[in-house]
């Protein structure tokens, strides 16, 4: 268990342990992405390798989502209505480039985003994973609740209106809150009680809170009972594949999370034998554990072998950093930009391996 002290250096660490513990989640689970747990052990065996290509680390949208809010954030400070336009110009940069295995609605409503809608109804009506993905780093970042719901409210509803995204966003967010503040074992109950202030104090939605409070309900009785992740899963009716839903998505990693909130390690792989979409599960854990422990706490030859562009690890790093002390000082920064052209090689070429890998899938063993 890694304590930390309070303050920037502390804030800097939970930021950088977010982005970073995204991003290995995220390469550890994309090989494995859209294959039952029973597959992809046939074909790879037990997890715990980067697999996309042999030892090096690849990213996707779940790491890319959180980037590109964390540098909205970084560009507006406090005022929603500037994050909002941010946001939206990020996702419009972002879809230029033509992002490999981007959802539906994500890609539907960026399509939106060229055609001038507004950034308030831009978004489709899906309950995917889109918001959760950029959730987490608002959770550590923004300290005021109110204003939390309301970024996070923004950044949902910029992509998706269905208000299962934005109380699984705000789950999302709540958790990683609580992981980068707690320095003891947290809870269910500690959890339950910031989820129960962050969505009833709102008008998030019809019976879309009722359900997933029930649902984390359950994710405690069944963490004080020591289950596995893969246990509740199949209670859940995802045995041995975690679907794109984000009422099946969001509770697998809370209950990872709760089961193990300081170790990264397991925590991930717990996720990872789920199958199913296991990019986005193990992304989504790996920020809120990474949150807790930091960059020091992701195992060693996982971050030494992450290896992509234009989100190297270096320029995470650089991000967190920016944004702790913009966040201190209640200021704002221009972030670093990258380049279009060259991200549009590298996703043309990210493409032909996803291609590739993809065939790979059609031969045995099955």
Sequence with gaps: MLLRE??????????????????????????REGLSSRRAARLFGEPGQYQVLPRWGVISDDTEHACLTAQSLLATGNDAEAFARELARQKRRWAIVCPAGAGRATLLASCRLWLGVSPHWRGVFSAGNGPAMRSGILGIAVEDLDQLRTLVRISTRLTHTDPKAECGALAIAAAARLSSRTKTTITGDEY?????????????????????????????????????????AASLGCAGFVSGYVYHTVPIVLHAWLRHPQEYRDAVLSVIRCGGDTDTTAALV????GGAVGPEGIPDEWLRDLCDWPWTRQRMEQLAAQLAEARQQAGVMTPPEFALPGALVRNLAFLAIVLAHGVRRLFPPY
Aim: charge should be negative; avoid cysteine.
């Design 286 to 289: 790996g920020g809120i554990v």
């Design 6 to 31: 309070s303050g920037v250096v502390n804030l800097k660490s939970s930021l950088t342990g977010a982005l970073l513990g995204t991003a290995v989640g995220d390469a550890l689970g994309l090989a």
């Design 192 to 232: 339950q009680k910031l989820l129960r202030e962050i969505v009833t104090s709102d008008t998030v939605v019809n019976n879309a809170t009722d359900e997933l409070l029930a649902v984390v309900d359950r994710i405690v009785v069944s963490v004080e009972r020591h289950e596995a992740t893969e246990s509740f």
